[in-house]
């Protein structure tokens, strides 16, 4: 898998409390969205990503491939670095109710593993169709799971905002995890909810569809267009793509954030 | 905090924060607010308060409950709806819900969490504000569109070429910007190269994808600007 990224302040906000991990080597890619305000929402979201991809860099070193370790892994990771947060906020006054929503795409073969907590999502493009593969953790989503009010009613809440799970809130978390399979062509969009509060997927779907050969431009368009339509929040767009013949000739190489591990390796094996 | 500024003709207005997480509405001498009047149901309606809204609903009530002058069973308020309950007239005033600032922040909910829920569809939770600036289009002056009008009404338009090279236009609230997206072919604008970063359209601006010219224009009878804000 390929991936590119952009994050962006906002057109409102003072500080970035979104912060994302690609490691496309080891197919992963991880955008969290702290809270809790005088600076500790971007240490929680920083702890957050760090510490999810030391946990999965030392399960990738046991040479395990059945797809149900790593999703022990992932869930473990992800409980890790609920731990690590909760540790960090005991340690300091003012970080005291950091928190963070993860979300999580770990590439496995043909499959990728999906992960989540609060109202940060997945979308996958397959076909030039949109589809959310996470349900946010938020009040408003169990008020319209629930019956208690339509998706008509919805556009009318105040309660877009309000998450209902979260890292560094609890003793433990619980992720939502779930197996995709991966075709050639598909195109993973892992977002804060800066993008989806700010632009219709509608328009998502539009501006991924019409810039598939170049995901990079597309990632900067969203980020655009999502501070055009306001930007009332920090905006994090990550997309991770499984390259199609032909399709992404002028992609640019993938970042790649190696490790020592990894250096020695591409150096050893001139990668 | 929210309240509710009630008024009733030829009566001082009354304010009543939004203090409770439920409050009854009515004539009977029980409920949390007392409207005594014509036109008033025992229990008329209630206001209740799930994270940070305030959703009134009709009780079933024999002369009905209307904001902004419409019949409700159920309605999410917004700042400075209009109630109107038998003689009473109710003002909903939220200044927190003013800017919209204030429930952009993602934050922990700490409520009772609603139970139920699963397999429900993943809910739309953009705002129903979009960049809607001034409307342009284009006029294809050589090659296969030639001729033809273009609106370039959606967020964004891409213009192609059989060989793959590829343009884009996004609207933006100010106007249109122009990109190349990818291809062999250069993309020019008045003769200068543009790539991916882009660049401003003007009336009358040429655009060249390889042999293929487009015109630009912005219809004039839209304004720069227009539907930005809330």
């Given at each position: 898998?390929?991936?590119?990224?952009?994050?962006?302040?906002?057109?409102?906000?003072?500080?970035?409390?979104?912060?994302?991990?690609?490691?496309?080597?080891?197919?992963?890619?991880?955008?969290?969205?702290?809270?809790?305000?005088?600076?500790?929402?971007?240490?929680?979201?920083?702890?957050?990503?760090?510490?999810?991809?030391?946990?999965?860099?030392?399960?990738?070193?046991?040479?395990?491939?059945?797809?149900?370790?790593?999703?022990?892994?992932?869930?473990?990771?992800?409980?890790?670095?609920?731990?690590?947060?909760?540790?960090?906020?005991?340690?300091?006054?003012?970080?005291?109710?950091?928190?963070?929503?993860?979300?999580?795409?770990?590439?496995?073969?043909?499959?990728?593993?999906?992960?989540?907590?609060?109202?940060?999502?997945?979308?996958?493009?397959?076909?030039?169709?949109?589809?959310?593969?996470?349900?946010?953790?938020?009040?408003?989503?169990?008020?319209?799971?629930?019956?208690?009010?339509?998706?008509?009613?919805?556009?009318?809440?105040?309660?877009?905002?309000?998450?209902?799970?979260?890292?560094?809130?609890?003793?433990?978390?619980?992720?939502?995890?779930?197996?995709?399979?991966?075709?050639?062509?598909?195109?993973?969009?892992?977002?804060?909810?800066?993008?989806?509060?700010?632009?219709?997927?509608?328009?998502?779907?539009?501006?991924?569809?019409?810039?598939?050969?170049?995901?990079?431009?597309?990632?900067?368009?969203?980020?655009?267009?999502?501070?055009?339509?306001?930007?009332?929040?920090?905006?994090?767009?990550?997309?991770?793509?499984?390259?199609?013949?032909?399709?992404?000739?002028?992609?640019?190489p993938a970042r790649e954030e190696r490790g020592l591990f990894g250096r020695l390796f591409g150096w050893l094996f001139g990668k | 905090m929210a309240k509710l500024l009630i008024t009733r003709a030829g009566e001082a207005p009354v304010h009543r924060f939004i203090d409770s997480e439920r409050i009854s509405m009515g004539r009977q001498p029980g409920c949390d607010l007392i409207l005594d009047g014509n036109g008033v149901s025992k229990e008329h309606a209630v206001l209740l308060t799930i994270g940070n809204d305030h959703i009134l609903e009709d009780q079933g009530s024999t002369n009905g409950t209307l904001v902004n002058g419409q019949p409700i069973r159920r309605r999410i308020l917004q700042n400075r709806d209009q109630i109107d309950i038998g003689p009473y007239r109710i003002q909903y005033v939220n200044q927190r819900a003013m800017s919209n600032m204030d429930f952009d922040q993602t934050m922990m909910f700490e409520g009772e969490k609603v139970a139920g829920g699963g397999g429900e569809a993943v809910v739309d939770t953009s705002r129903q504000r979009r960049n809607s600036g001034p409307l342009g289009g284009l006029r294809g002056v050589q090659g296969p569109r030639a001729g033809e009008n273009i609106l370039l009404d959606r967020v964004i338009r891409t213009l192609s070429r059989p060989d793959g090279s590829m343009a884009a236009i996004l609207r933006r609230p100010k106007g249109y910007v122009i990109m190349r997206v990818s291809g062999p072919e250069p993309l020019r604008v008045n003769n200068r190269p543009v790539g991916e970063d882009w660049v401003d359209l003007a009336t009358d601006d040429l655009i060249n994808l390889g042999s293929d010219v487009y015109a630009f224009y912005l219809r004039p009878d839209t304004p720069v600007g227009a539907g930005e804000g809330a």
């Open positions: 898998m390929e991936v590119t990224v952009q994050s962006h302040t906002g057109m409102l906000r003072d500080h970035n409390e979104d912060n994302y991990l690609v490691d496309a080597r080891h197919g992963l890619f991880l955008v969290a969205d702290g809270m809790g305000g005088h600076l500790a929402g971007e240490v929680a979201s920083k702890l957050c990503v760090e510490t999810i991809h030391t946990q999965l860099l030392a399960f990738d070193q046991r040479a395990d491939t059945r797809l149900e370790s790593a999703v022990k892994a992932v869930k473990d990771a992800i409980e890790v670095a609920n731990r690590d947060i909760r540790a960090g906020a005991r340690a300091a006054s003012e970080r005291a109710n950091m928190g963070t929503t993860v979300v999580l795409v770990l590439v496995r073969g043909e499959a990728a593993i999906v992960a989540h907590v609060g109202d940060s999502r997945v979308y996958l493009l397959r076909e030039g169709h949109l589809r959310p593969l996470t349900r946010d953790h938020s009040l408003l989503q169990e008020q319209v799971g629930a019956g208690f009010i339509s998706h008509e009613e919805a556009r009318n809440s105040h309660n877009r905002n309000l998450v209902t799970r979260a890292l560094g809130v609890e003793d433990s978390v619980e992720p939502d995890v779930d197996i995709v399979d991966i075709r050639p062509g598909d195109i993973f969009l892992l977002c804060s909810d800066g993008l989806n509060t700010m632009v219709p997927d509608t328009d998502i779907e539009l501006i991924l569809t019409e810039l598939e050969t170049n995901p990079a431009l597309a990632a900067r368009v969203l980020v655009g267009v999502a501070n055009d339509n306001g930007g009332h929040d920090n905006v994090t767009v990550a997309l991770a793509w499984s390259p199609s013949q032909g399709a992404v000739a002028e992609a640019p | -």
